[in-house]
């Protein structure tokens, strides 16, 4: 039930997979909108996951998306949507769509006794942007490029649901997803606790987070 914006047009389309969890391949079939609209030409298919809005493609064919700077913990992997994803087709009547991440991950393993995850917030020690509105291109046969907007966000936070995550004594992983970027200054970590307590933890060595392949 995952959904995609398909660009047939410069209009935002919703689609739906149709497969089964787990696929990593499948159909997708339209969503019936109300709105009386058409877009502008383009020379191929393009599609972005996950499905928003308020994702654009400009006439010059750029894609204009959010990096989610709220993420949802999912066992030993990333939350659903977190993993943003873009594909081109290699013509107009192509509906061959390889999709390909725009961004790497940077895991958090945590381990402990009697003590459950709340919330993890991450961010770059010289305010680096890895989060919010981006700007991404597209083509058949190669992979794509992003740019993160001066407007975008600094921090990423991670949800950990309701009840939180209960640590035990082997480590969890806990999995974020962000532009491709060189923290230069280091990173920092703060990590809260259901009972409301915060932990920070900080490096100030340079850590890189290249595009996840």
Do not use: W
Not at 25 to 38: H, K, M, Q, R, Y
Not at 182 to 201: A, L, S, W, Y
């Amino acid at each position: 039930d995952d959904r995609i914006s398909l660009f047939r047009t410069t209009l935002n389309e919703q689609f739906k997979f149709t497969g089964a969890t787990g696929d990593n391949s499948g159909n997708f079939s339209a969503i019936p909108s109300d709105e009386l609209v058409t877009g502008n030409e383009v020379s191929t298919n393009y599609a972005v996951y996950p499905y928003d809005a308020t994702t654009k493609l400009s006439n010059d064919e750029i894609i204009q998306l959010t990096m989610p700077a709220v993420q949802h913990y999912a066992e030993n992997s990333f939350g659903r949507g977190a993993n943003t994803m873009v594909a081109a087709s290699e013509n107009t009547s192509s509906k061959f769509l390889p999709f390909r991440n725009l961004g790497g991950y940077i895991i958090v393993k945590l381990y402990g006794e009697d003590t459950t995850i709340k919330s993890i917030e991450f961010k770059g020690n010289n305010d680096e942007v890895i989060a919010g509105a981006a700007t991404a291109e597209a083509k058949y046969g190669y992979l794509p490029v992003i740019a993160m907007s001066e407007s975008g966000t600094t921090t990423i936070s991670l949800d950990c649901g309701e009840e939180g995550v209960q640590l035990t004594d082997s480590p969890t992983e806990f999995y974020i997803t962000m532009a491709p970027t060189v923290f230069e200054e280091g990173i920092t970590v703060d990590i809260t606790f259901t009972d409301g307590t915060m932990f920070p933890k900080a490096t100030s060595k340079s850590v890189v987070v290249s595009r996840n392949t």
